[in-house]
């Protein structure tokens, strides 16, 4: 881990602070960095999930002994 100093705004960080559960600002400040690395991994997820010729559910549905 590095040291760096920045200024910050104290009352985004309190908003941060009470919708992460936090209760020191380096605490916000990790866990806002990983909601921002978790929400882009969602993002890439969803895209993922989206595309349409990425699964074969007929396929699935064998798997699991489906009638077909």
């Given amino acids: 881990m590095s040291k760096t100093s920045v200024e910050i705004d104290r009352d985004i960080a309190s908003r941060a602070a009470d919708i992460l559960g936090t209760t020191?600002?380096?605490d916000t400040?990790?866990?806002?960095?990983?909601?921002i690395v978790n929400a882009k991994r969602r993002l890439e997820l969803?895209?993922?999930?989206?595309?349409?010729?990425?699964?074969?559910?007929?396929?699935?549905?064998?798997?699991?002994?489906?009638?077909?």
């Fill in 46 to 68: 969803i895209a993922l999930l989206q595309q349409s010729d990425r699964y074969h559910l007929d396929a699935a549905d064998k798997a699991w002994g489906g009638d077909n």
């Fill in 29 to 35: 400040i990790d866990a806002s960095l990983h909601e």
């Fill in 24 to 26: 020191t600002l380096r």
